[in-house]
């Protein structure tokens, strides 16, 4: 259908063999971390490039001016380590991230999610906070060359949290052991993501029908697809995916599949 797919991640390509896992499931065009900042060198110390960074260097090549596209990237300064990446923590310094999470707090507009007094757990959160804020910075920044491009209103932007905040540093239990306030496997809050698909269209029309746009329902990665074509209206076998469309209201959830 005239399609061009392409894929990008900030880290190196044979990190989890994804240099030659991604061209063998169909993607034509591949960018890594060799391929966008040759200059770094991978390590996990913190120092990925910041995802509003790595958008600057791929935009063109995400959003194209023009033609049907399918463009997947997979972030990963999210991930951590939350307690290192000196270059990192010094960019938040310097565009007001630390003043601006300061301010939330000290203003009542949001609750520290620790009471604690663990200066390294509080400045890992505060560090995790930043880079969530540079991955919305980023975001925006897609946005904008989809309005640019004026290609916004006919494109879907799906958004997946693919796992929980599991990250742990320096002998530490996980971050989310202090986010929530416990160490129990089974408290099920700990396990949220977010997942989101918009499009200025879609969301006024299922809007107009719902009242909403916003629901709860446990979902994974096998409803992404489905989803998708329910969403645009394309026909498709739900025998061949492992779970149907998250709005389709037949569904019964009695099997969950889900990573450890």
């Given amino acids: 259908m005239d399609y061009t797919t392409s894929y990008f ?9 994804r240099g030659e896992f991604i061209p063998n499931i169909g993607f034509e065009n591949y960018y890594f971390l060799e391929d966008v ?12 490039p910041l995802d509003s960074q790595f958008v600057d260097k791929i935009a063109d090549k995400l959003i194209p001016d023009e033609g049907r596209f399918y463009s997947f990237y997979t972030t990963i300064t999210t991930h951590g380590p939350f307690n290192k990446g000196e270059d990192n923590m010094q960019h938040f310094k310097e565009v007001g991230y630390y003043d601006q999470i300061e ?3 000290a203003n009542d507009l949001f609750d520290f999610p620790y009471q604690g007094d663990d200066l390294e757990v509080i400045n890992q959160i ?5 880079e969530l804020m540079d991955l919305d910075l980023a975001i925006s920044k897609i946005i904008q060359r989809l309005k640019d491009t004026n290609q916004y209103d006919n494109t879907l932007l799906v958004l997946y949290g693919d796992h929980e905040i599991y990250y742990r540093s320096n002998g530490y239990d996980p971050l989310k052991n202090y986010i929530y306030d416990t160490d129990d496997i089974t408290y099920p809050k700990q396990y949220e993501t977010i997942m989101i698909f918009s499009n200025p269209l879609l969301n006024q029309q299922y809007y107009n029908k719902f009242n909403t746009n916003t629901f709860n329902e446990f979902t994974s990665p ?6 998708i074509l329910d969403l645009v209206g394309v026909d498709y076998n739900p025998k061949m995916y492992l779970y149907d469309s998250v709005f389709n209201s037949n569904s019964n959830l009695d099997y969950i599949f889900y990573s450890h």
């Fill in 9 to 17: 991640h900030n880290n190196d390509s044979s990190f989890y063999n």
């Fill in 103 to 105: 301010y939330a707090i």
């Fill in 126 to 130: 505060k560090n995790y906070l930043c």
């Fill in 37 to 48: 900042n040759p200059e770094l060198e991978v390590n996990f110390d913190g120092n990925f």
């Fill in 222 to 227: 096998y409803i992404i697809v489905p989803t």
